[in-house]
């Protein structure tokens, strides 16, 4: 395991370019960068924004932020990322967030100590999102894995499992603390430690 | 191999029903069957099913079990007629229109409404209503359909005169409603059946047996026609390539004789069966240039008829109808003819042979029917001579002058030597008097030469007695002459007619062609035309072009003639529906114009109005085919001039799309990005040193400018109402957290109160562009409310729709300023010293209404503070079915 991360940052306007390096040194990562080629990061432009950001996620993206951005945000999304990528080579199989724990390996899942009792497609939609927690889900990678192929534009689906999970998982259902939904794009599990 | 393609012809079909409402036909085949009773119980099931239904109009003739059902529906009251002192009563289509329901019952769709009506019959006012969208239920009897009168008229003796077009049930989906005869005589005999009209003098006849059992067939056979026509329709359209009846083709003959109509509606009968297309063709030969009024009348209603029943319409000249029709035949690649048995005379036949016995001879591929025609009407009797045909008096003196001067000439030569064949010089005025004057005189002349000659030159001289037989065949011979030369003569000379006739209707025509070649702009177009047929055809016209919903008149000839109400109904009809209105033709007839459409390409681009001056019908119906052409070739002109219009502005919008574009991506990247280096570096700033007031005060200012330059980015992106919306369901839970999750560092110090109830259905909306919208209004909650007090962002469900409501406790909105609120920069006082852009709310407008949602936004009724309001029409709800 390294302790020091290095990030390829790729942006074709130096003062960014400039900014996240200042930002991600202090952060105590190794930084390069570059003026072309996208890759690891994507940092979009504004014109048809979600389709582009659905696009950047299916080509092996971890996450997005659109201009302008918040360093701290930027700085939180890398940490969140990283993280995952630490947690699936250690394979840990339970995800904490706030009260909730959902467990992989039992299938499992608990709030403050309970069992809450999940419906099969609230659990693979849950569980979908907890593999890579803080990483945007697309609604058609979840209609694909959970539903099954054919069924990736049934958004509805989603609403309902997500209606759902929240209903049995959160204190305010209305206020969404863990389950995020991303307009147009996808869903995305936050608050993972 | 083959690929199965769908055909194209019934894809149209098909497509051109769409956002029409269906026909359903409760077809009987005689009156009591039930046909009402059953339409009603339908009717009644679907109301139950929560259908929207009304009643058009339903006639229960006093029969209580009907009269019974009737309860129970709205119906829509009848509109009273005046009709030369008795009151009438029709279905008001207007009232159903306005009325708007899912289903409309529409009895007797046969009726014919009373005159001064919209429609004169009522299948055109339920035509109107399916256009509408509107599904209607009707009913009918067989006897009705205009393809079966015939039939039905020869064996149950009575005449039905309100007919259907076979057209109009052809898509309807058909209902039989059936009881066998005896149970109908029985129910006769109890008085429970309401007897038409028609029907009273041949009740007895009528309701026999045997007739019921005929009709009854008739019904079954026509249903499973439609069936089977509706079923092809569908694998043609789906290209499922079975095997129907392909490569028919069917030409029916038409001609001016009374029989024709018969002919043709056999024609289509036999069309149907062969499920072929068809075609009614008239030969115009030398002949019918003579025809009668009343014969043209007769014709004109043949081709009529043909068009109506959905066949194609021809009309062909040529020197003989054999000649003709073996051309148009060949043409047309027909495999059967239909002719009818002329009613001419055996001597016409011994003199010009058998139209059937040539025809068969003469087109060896194709199968020809012959079927009997009706006898001729004493009415519709032969040609009445034209006058002048014995001639102009100046030919007989002209003919005497030759006769005379051939006689002096003949005694002047016979005085020098005596010369035996001097008859032939009296050739000459037969010849003369043959060809320039017609038959009889030259037959006259013939007679006076033979006498001349056998009174001067025939031994005894100076006496009409002949001697020699020999010279009796000179007499003979020049009779004969006479008359085989005048034959020929009168032919070429009609011949000559003819072509003048087709010579003058192709020169107007080209003529016409070339005046609209150099024409670019409308009203040139207008004055053209109507200046043209006012000159071919001595009318007054006129030209309407449609202008936003309404119709204008941009040209008419004599300039400044105007329309009343009822012309300008018809007019707008005739736009409306493609198809002619007015006097002349068969709606709104009380009008004095008679309005045709001008279109291209299946549209109707305008109106071409035209009356007589004198107020006799507007245009004879031999000159119809001849305007029609001068429209047609209008309409593609005008389609000409809109096509360049148009193209010139769709150039223009391209190029201001095209700066839009390029000014949006430079505003967004060359704004954006120092904005965004800012943002960050003020941020890493207040990590580092402690003087937080002053980056907070640059934080916010830069902040601001972010949100100003995203609200006019999304502004830029509303305007040219061209941007694709994928639409989604959207929780509105999910849409609302995600809001103010976006939101939470410029809410400040209000708290936020969610009050969503759990069965929410789902919205279809962008669910980008309505997170604009939920921003854009919490912001500006955010921004007016008095500090430390709760918004509330609450949805309640409003009749079938929806209402989602975001309100503040604030001064809320001055009064008057709710609706100018919505302005793009429109700022209520003292707003922007709270930092708006003012385009928040021309945001959540702009946004709101391209998702096809109502904003709105009042004072809140009990309270302090504004009300914001998203309304959801219910076509944009899904209702949520508990998942699994």
């Known amino acids: 395991m390294t302790r020091n991360p290095t990030i390829l940052v790729v942006d074709d306007e130096p003062p960014i370019r400039r900014l996240l390096h200042s930002a991600l040194t202090r952060g105590g990562y190794g930084v390069i960068e570059a003026e072309d080629a996208r890759t690891a990061l994507a940092a979009l432009p504004i014109a048809h924004p979600e389709a582009q950001k659905v696009a950047a996620l299916d080509l092996g993206a971890d996450d997005y932020v659109t201009k302008p951005f918040d360093t701290e945000e930027v700085s939180a999304r890398i940490r969140a990322a990283l993280r995952h990528r630490l947690a699936s080579e250690t394979n840990v199989p339970v995800v904490k967030v706030g009260a909730v724990e959902i467990d992989l390996l039992s299938r499992t899942v608990t709030k403050a100590g309970r069992e809450v009792h999940l419906t099969p497609k609230e659990y693979g939609f849950l569980a979908e999102l907890a593999k890579q927690p803080g990483k945007v889900a697309t609604h058609a990678h979840l209609l694909r894995s959970v539903w099954g192929a054919g069924h990736e534009s049934d958004v509805e689906y989603l609403r309902v499992a997500a209606r759902g999970l929240r209903k049995k998982l959160e204190e305010e259902a209305s206020s969404p603390s863990i389950i995020r939904n991303e307009p147009g794009v996808?869903?995305?599990?936050v608050g993972a430690k | 191999m083959n690929e199965p393609r769908p055909d194209p012809e019934a894809l149209l079909r098909a497509a051109s029903r769409e956002g029409q409402g269906r026909l359903k036909v409760f077809l009987g085949a005689a009156p009591g069957v039930g046909k009402t009773f059953e339409m009603l119980s339908e009717g009644a099931a679907r109301r139950d099913a929560g259908v929207d239904v009304v009643i058009g109009v339903v006639e229960t003739h006093g029969r209580a079990e009907t009269e019974a059902k009737l309860r129970g529906f709205e119906i829509v009251p009848r509109k009273a007629v005046e009709y030369q002192g008795h009151a009438l009563e029709e279905m008001d289509i207007d009232a159903v229109l306005a009325r708007r329901p899912r289903l409309v019952l529409v009895d007797e769709l046969a009726h014919t409404n009373a005159p001064g009506s919209r429609h004169d019959k009522r299948y055109q006012d339920v035509e109107e209503l399916l256009a509408a969208g509107i599904d209607v239920y009707s009913t009918l009897n067989i006897q009705h359909l205009e393809s079966l009168n015939d039939v039905v008229a020869s064996f149950t003796q009575v005449r039905v005169r309100e007919t259907l077009p076979d057209r109009v049930i052809e898509q309807a989906d058909i209902e039989i409603v059936d009881i066998p005869p005896?149970?109908?005589?029985?129910?006769?005999?109890?008085?429970?059946?309401?007897?038409?009209?028609?029907?009273?003098?041949?009740?007895?006849?009528?309701?026999?047996?045997?007739?019921?059992?005929?009709?009854?067939?008739?019904?079954?056979?026509?249903?499973?026609?439609?069936?089977?026509?509706?079923?092809?329709?569908?694998?043609?359209?789906?290209?499922?390539?079975?095997?129907?009846?392909?490569?028919?083709r069917l030409v029916v003959a038409v001609s001016e004789q009374p029989g024709s109509l018969e002919l043709v509606r056999a024609a289509k009968r036999i069309a149907d069966a062969l499920n072929a297309p068809w075609t009614a063709v008239?030969?115009?030969?030398?002949?019918?240039?003579?025809?009668?009024?009343?014969?043209?009348?007769?014709?004109?209603?043949?081709?009529?008829?043909?068009?109506?029943?959905?066949?194609?319409?021809?009309?062909?000249?040529?020197?003989?109808?054999?000649?003709?029709?073996?051309?148009?035949?060949?043409?047309?690649?027909?495999?059967?003819?239909?002719?009818?048995?002329?009613?001419?005379?055996?001597?016409?036949?011994?003199?010009?042979?058998?139209?059937?016995?040539?025809?068969?001879?003469?087109?060896?591929?194709?199968?020809?029917?012959?079927?009997?025609?009706?006898?001729?009407?004493?009415?519709?009797?032969?040609?009445?001579?034209?006058?002048?045909?014995?001639?102009?008096?100046?030919?007989?003196?002209?003919?005497?002058?030759?006769?005379?001067?051939?006689?002096?000439?003949?005694?002047?030569?016979?005085?020098?030597?005596?010369?035996?064949?001097?008859?032939?010089?009296?050739?000459?005025?037969?010849?003369?008097?043959?060809?320039?004057?017609?038959?009889?005189?030259?037959?006259?002349?013939?007679?006076?030469?033979?006498?001349?000659?056998?009174?001067?030159?025939?031994?005894?001289?100076?006496?009409?007695?002949?001697?020699?037989p020999q010279n009796i065949i000179t007499v003979f011979v020049l009779l004969a002459v006479a008359g085989f030369i005048s034959q020929?003569?009168?032919?070429?000379?009609?011949?000559?007619?003819?072509?003048?006739?087709?010579?003058?209707?192709?020169?107007?025509?080209?003529?016409?062609?070339?005046?609209?070649?150099?024409?670019?702009?409308?009203?040139?177009?207008?004055?053209?035309?109507?200046?043209?047929?006012?000159?071919?055809?001595?009318?007054?016209?006129?030209?309407l072009l449609p202008e936003g919903a309404d119709l204008v008149l941009r040209a008419a000839f004599p300039p400044g003639s105007d329309l009343g109400m009822l012309e300008d109904a018809a007019a707008k009809w005739a736009f409306d529906h493609g198809r002619p209105a007015g006097r002349g033709s068969d709606t709104l007839t009380a009008s004095e114009w008679l309005f045709q459409p001008v279109s291209a390409g299946g549209k109707a681009?305008?109106?071409?109005?035209?009356?007589?001056?004198?107020?006799?019908?507007?245009?004879?119906?031999?000159?119809?085919?001849?305007?029609?052409?001068?429209?047609?070739?209008?309409?593609?002109?005008?389609?000409?001039?809109?096509?360049?219009e148009e193209i010139a502005s769709i150039a223009q919008l391209k190029e201001r799309d095209r700066l839009r574009a390029a000014l949006l991506s430079s505003v967004s990247h060359d704004l954006r990005t120092p904005l965004t280096t800012i943002l960050g570096t003020l941020a890493q700033l207040r990590v580092v040193k402690g003087d937080e007031a002053h980056i907070a005060a640059a934080r916010a200012e830069a902040e601001r400018l972010n949100r100003f330059v995203a609200n006019l980015l999304d502004m830029a992106r509303i305007e040219p109402g061209a941007r694709a919306r994928s639409p989604e369901p959207v929780d509105l839970a999910d849409a609302v957290g995600t809001a103010l999750e976006d939101l939470r560092r410029s809410l400040g110090d209000?708290?936020?109160?969610?009050?969503?109830?759990?069965?929410?259905?789902?919205?279809?909306?962008?669910?980008?562009?309505?997170?604009?919208?939920?921003?854009?209004?919490?912001?500006?909650?955010?921004?007016?409310?008095?500090?430390?007090?709760?918004?509330?962002?609450?949805?309640?469900?409003?009749?079938d729709g929806l209402v989602l409501e975001v309100l503040d406790e604030g001064p809320g909105i001055p009064p008057g300023e709710e609706r100018r609120i919505f302005e793009t920069f429109a700022r209520i006082e003292g707003s922007d010293r709270k930092g708006g852009t003012g385009l928040g709310l021309a945001i959540v407008k702009g946004f709101a209404e391209a998702m096809g949602l109502g904003v709105t936004a009042a004072n809140r009724p009990g309270g302090q503070g504004a009300c914001f309001a998203l309304s959801f029409p219910p076509r944009l709800l899904r209702e949520l079915v508990p998942a699994e």
């Open chain 2, 182 to 248: 005896d149970e109908l005589i029985e129910r006769l005999k109890e008085g429970k059946v309401y007897v038409p009209h028609e029907a009273t003098r041949a009740l007895g006849h009528f309701f026999s047996k045997s007739n019921l059992s005929a009709l009854r067939e008739l019904a079954l056979r026509r249903a499973a026609q439609a069936v089977d026509a509706q079923m092809l329709d569908y694998l043609r359209a789906h290209a499922l390539a079975g095997r129907w009846a392909a490569g028919e």
């Open chain 2, 488 to 543: 020929l003569a009168a032919r070429v000379r009609e011949q000559a007619l003819l072509a003048q006739h087709s010579a003058g209707q192709n020169s107007a025509l080209a003529g016409f062609s070339r005046l609209l070649t150099g024409i670019g702009r409308r009203e040139e177009l207008g004055q053209v035309l109507c200046a043209e047929v006012a000159r071919l055809f001595e009318v007054n016209t006129i030209l």
């Open chain 2, 605 to 644: 681009l305008g109106v071409f109005g035209l009356a007589s001056p004198d107020a006799q019908a507007p245009i004879r119906s031999d000159n119809l085919p001849l305007l029609l052409s001068l429209l047609d070739q209008a309409g593609l002109a005008l389609e000409r001039i809109i096509l360049g």
């Open chain 2, 282 to 468: 008239h030969i115009e030969t030398p002949r019918t240039a003579r025809l009668g009024d009343a014969e043209n009348n007769q014709l004109a209603q043949g081709l009529h008829l043909a068009s109506q029943l959905g066949g194609q319409v021809a009309t062909v000249p040529a020197e003989t109808v054999t000649e003709g029709l073996k051309r148009f035949t060949e043409e047309a690649r027909a495999t059967q003819l239909i002719i009818g048995k002329t009613t001419r005379s055996r001597w016409f036949e011994l003199r010009h042979g058998s139209i059937v016995d040539r025809l068969v001879r003469e087109t060896p591929g194709i199968a020809i029917h012959v079927l009997p025609m009706e006898q001729a009407a004493a009415t519709a009797a032969r040609p009445v001579p034209t006058p002048g045909k014995w001639g102009k008096p100046v030919g007989y003196l002209v003919s005497l002058g030759l006769i005379a001067a051939v006689t002096g000439i003949g005694l002047l030569l016979s005085a020098a030597e005596n010369l035996t064949n001097v008859g032939l010089i009296f050739l000459l005025p037969v010849m003369v008097a043959a060809t320039r004057y017609g038959l009889r005189t030259g037959i006259v002349t013939g007679l006076v030469s033979s006498l001349a000659y056998n009174f001067f030159f025939i031994p005894p001289t100076h006496a009409f007695t002949i001697q020699d």
């Open chain 2, 750 to 799: 209000h708290q936020v109160r969610i009050a969503l109830p759990a069965d929410l259905p789902l919205v279809e909306v962008d669910p980008q562009l309505f997170h604009h919208c939920l921003i854009n209004l919490i912001d500006n909650a955010a921004k007016h409310a008095f500090a430390g007090t709760t918004i509330t962002v609450a949805a309640r469900r409003e009749g």
């Open chain 1, 186 to 189: 996808g869903y995305r599990l």
